[in-house]
């Protein structure tokens, strides 16, 4: 069995980021530039933004934060969007999710810029991945690719289970890995699907994504499966300096055992979703997806 090091992949990656950005200023361009912004206070989301800007000073990017207060209006952040999008000097822009109630987040999602979209989830880029044409990938759909090719982990013909249909994870990984290339057989689980336990069971792949701590029992998985673990759920610990821990949907104790690989929570899947924004960033700043402006 082995423990997917996914702190290990990222390391590796922001080194190959950040040669390619010094060859990039060595030639006389301009370091590529990430904008986020953030509106309101939510605490998870000011951890994320802040880990996106250290590791942007990391790899050389620019990198600009712009924090909004939660009363900002739909019209004032599309405003922002609307500058971000004319701005030359801005490669790639994301706006942190969750919003305040009172704004669309499809709203805000549909009036970024797809060619600036570097969390891709425009509906634009959303389509043109199912097509298999280049876009921006989601950031951890993209990760769990990197750790699947870091591990030369064998994908084709292989069955694989997905637990979740977001749209963020759960749906877009489903569909990368039954292109070609990937080549898998997917099976795609949800809330509604019955005898889930076996459909689980059955799983070469099991990419578990339905946020739901601890969900995935030895019992369900195959022995040698490859075993996904997207879950970050936060409780209440007292070993903990900040009274809290993370856990995934998959029970690693029991499950980890049965599996040729696993990645754990927290250093699996986590550290390679800020790597892919970092990538995407990178290919916006080339012009790789959409062409130069
Ligand atoms: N909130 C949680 N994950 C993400 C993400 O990948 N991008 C954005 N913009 N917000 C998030």
Redesign the pocket.
């Known amino acids: 069995m082995t423990i997917i090091d996914g702190k290990e992949v990222a390391a590796a990656a922001r080194r190959e980021i950040s040669a390619e950005v010094r060859k990039m200023t060595d030639s006389g361009a301009p370091a590529p530039h990430l904008v986020a912004i953030l509106v309101g206070s939510d605490g998870a989301?000011q951890t994320?933004v802040g880990h996106k800007e250290k590791c942007c000073h990391e790899v050389g990017f620019r990198s600009t934060v712009m924090r909004l207060p939660q009363e900002t209006t739909q019209a004032e952040l599309l405003e922002k969007i609307a500058a971000l999008n004319a701005d030359v000097n801005v490669d790639g822009f994301?706006?942190?999710?969750?919003l305040p109630p009172h704004i669309s987040e499809q709203k805000i999602i549909e009036a970024i810029d797809q060619r600036k979209d570097v969390?891709g989830?425009h509906p634009v880029n959303t389509g043109r991945m199912i097509s298999g044409l280049p876009s921006y990938l989601?950031?951890?759909p993209d990760g769990i690719l990197s750790l699947l090719k870091y591990y030369q982990i064998d994908t084709a013909g292989k069955h694989c289970v997905v637990i979740g249909r977001s749209n963020?994870v759960g749906r877009p990984i489903a569909n990368l890995l039954s292109q070609k290339g990937w080549d898998c057989t997917v099976t795609l689980c949800h809330s509604r699907t019955a005898n889930l336990k076996e459909v689980v069971a059955s799983g070469d792949i099991v990419i578990a994504a339905l946020g739901r701590a601890e969900f995935v029992t030895a019992d369900m998985v195959k022995e040698g499966a490859v075993v996904i673990d997207v879950g970050i759920t936060r409780v209440p610990s007292d070993k903990t300096k900040s009274g809290w821990k993370l856990l995934g949907d998959v029970k690693f104790d029991e499950v980890a055992p049965k599996c040729s690989y696993i990645t754990p929570v927290p250093g699996g899947v986590g550290p390679m979703?800020i790597i892919s924004?970092m990538q995407n960033t990178l290919r916006a700043a080339r012009g790789e997806v959409y062409g130069k402006r």
């Open positions: 989301s994320y994301i706006v942190q999710l969750p969390d989830f989601p950031a951890t963020i979703t924004l």
